[in-house]
């Protein structure tokens, strides 16, 4: 057990929805970070976040946004779902400063039909 | 920039047969290096790391050594076992930047016993 805890675990919406998934980090990171693992693309970064506030970006799509909360939770919204945005979405937390190992959550699953 | 360039599999191995992955790397500063496992409907788990020039991690009897002047993290096991069938990541993060990570794109390992 990584101490990164995802909801849900599995999720199934429609086409052009709105979901949300969350996001606990283990106790004591500061940093959030959020990966995309698709087939196709295979494990992208998406955004990280640090005690609040957004410190880089990856590939992540403007129909996507994230936040996280003064106390350290993180939530990932993607909007206007699309068949390809199905995968499976990782938390993953780390500690203050470079360097530190990043701790992945199990991973919320996502399917667009 | 910062990439990882990982052997592709899917790579099949008889019970107690010994293992190696291939691992490059390219980066701007002086990366942490990393090696991630994902076990079948499960998620990422740190497997070793390494973060400084030969400097090797292990763990599980898997190692990887640190090899800054032919950049690279192979990861090897002498003798393999059927619970080590998983998908292999090998990463780096970037000590300069944001600290997430680059990944490479996984290679998918089957023992049979």
């Known amino acids: 057990d990584s101490g990164v805890t995802q909801t849900p675990k599995h999720l199934i919406t429609a086409t052009g929805q709105r979901v949300t998934l969350r996001c606990s980090p283990r106790?004591?990171?500061?940093?959030v970070y959020w990966y995309q693992q698709s087939l196709d693309q295979g494990l992208q970064f998406l955004i990280h976040?640090?005690?609040?506030?957004?410190?880089a970006k990856g590939n992540i799509l403007e129909r996507f946004s994230a936040q996280q909360f003064p106390d350290l939770h993180s939530e990932l919204n993607l909007s206007s779902l699309e068949l390809g945005d199905s995968a499976l979405y990782f938390c993953?937390?780390?500690?203050?400063?470079?360097?530190?190992?990043?701790?992945f959550g199990e991973g919320s699953w996502l399917t667009v039909v | 920039g910062n990439s990882v360039t990982q052997m592709e599999g899917p790579v099949t191995l008889s019970e107690e047969a010994f293992l190696t992955i291939n691992c490059t790397y390219t980066?701007?500063?002086?990366?942490?290096l990393f090696w991630y496992v994902q076990y079948p409907g499960e998620g990422l788990q740190l497997l070793l790391k390494a973060t400084k020039a030969d400097d090797k991690g292990s763990n599980k009897g898997f190692e990887a050594t640190y090899r800054k002047e032919t950049t690279s993290f192979h990861l090897e096991k002498g003798s393999v076992q059927v619970s080590d069938s998983a998908v292999y990541f090998c990463?780096?993060?970037?000590?300069?930047?944001?600290?997430?990570?680059?990944f490479g794109t996984g290679t998918r390992l089957t023992v049979i016993p």
């Open positions: 106790s004591g990171d500061l940093s």
């Open positions: 976040y640090y005690n609040g506030e957004e410190r």
């Open positions: 980066a701007t500063g002086y990366p942490s």
């Open positions: 993953a937390s780390s500690a203050t400063g470079s360097g530190n190992t990043i701790y």
């Open positions: 990463a780096l993060s970037d000590q300069g930047g944001a600290n997430n990570l680059f």
